[in-house]
């Protein structure tokens, strides 16, 4: 089992940055590839970008260049922690959702819901115009 909670969210103009934030916790954070996706209110939840439990990094034709993951493990006594990030640069209003994150052990698909296991409960992204 693991745990998210995502944190970073706002309000920034077009064309700002953000960055997001997921810690992950529970059995072994470290061994689990890591997903943001976003929802827009009416539209369907969709990839953001990825980055595998080896650091390799996926990321939707609309952020790429713009959007950048990262992950740190760290390891404490008494549980282990994963620390994800999602920098966002040059934010437009389409960019407007919920972000969540999730957690998988994924074969081959980064970019499908379905392949995730566990999810954040999100956080909210407003780009004003």
């Known amino acids: 089992q693991v745990q998210l909670v995502e944190s970073g969210g706002g309000v920034v103009q077009d064309g700002g940055t953000l960055k997001l934030s997921c810690v992950a916790s529970?059995?072994?954070?470290?061994?689990?590839?890591i997903g943001w996706f976003r929802q827009a209110p009416g539209k369907d939840r969709e990839f953001v970008a990825a980055?595998?439990?080896?650091?390799?990094?996926?990321?939707?034709?609309?952020?790429e260049g713009r959007f950048s993951i990262s992950r740190l493990n760290a390891m404490t006594t008494l549980n282990a922690r994963n620390t994800i990030w999602l920098q966002m640069t040059s934010l437009k209003p389409e960019d407007t959702a919920v972000y969540y994150c999730?957690?998988?052990?994924?074969?081959?698909?980064?970019?499908?819901?379905?392949?995730?296991?566990?999810w954040g409960q999100g956080t909210q992204v407003t780009v004003s115009s």
């Open positions: 529970g059995r072994a954070p470290e061994e689990y590839d």
């Open positions: 999730a957690a998988g052990r994924i074969n081959s698909d980064y970019f499908s819901s379905g392949s995730y296991d566990f």
């Open positions: 980055i595998s439990w080896s650091g390799r990094q996926y990321y939707a034709d609309s952020v």
